[in-house]
Nanobody
């Protein structure tokens, strides 16, 4: 059983920065690709960023590209999403997801992921 936890959400002012973490108790977390998805109030969940298992590939949504970095240090360590210059439209619940299938791919579709965290609230005030 793979369980994902996502500490790091909170309230931040527009223009500020926030770092989200995604960690797992599983020993094979370093072999999974990891993605972040966001669900804004009244909207469907959408892709934010992803990284493959060995950090050789990463993808970003147009809304955060250039202002955010997804990273992982080593096998089984947390995956981080560092977001900067945040805008109010970044507000939502952020979900960490992991896949153990095509883990060499930084997948952008939520249907590729088979493990999900509970989500963490991020609120960007204007």
């Amino acid at each position: 059983q793979v369980q994902l936890v996502e500490p790091g959400g909170g309230l931040v002012q527009a223009g500020g920065s926030l770092r989200l973490s995604c960690a797992s108790s599983g020993r094979l977390f370093g072999t999974f690709a990891v993605g972040w998805f966001r669900q804004a109030p009244g909207k469907e969940r959408e892709f934010v960023a992803a990284i493959n298992y060995d950090s050789t590939s990463s993808r970003y949504s147009d809304s955060i590209e250039g202002r955010s970095t997804i990273s992982r240090d080593a096998a089984d360590n947390p995956v981080f999403l560092q977001m900067s210059s945040l805008k109010p439209e970044a507000t939502g619940v952020y979900y960490c997801a992991a896949m153990d299938g095509r883990s060499w791919v930084a997948g952008t579709s939520q249907h590729e992921y088979n493990y999900w965290g509970q989500g963490t609230q991020v609120t960007v005030s204007s």
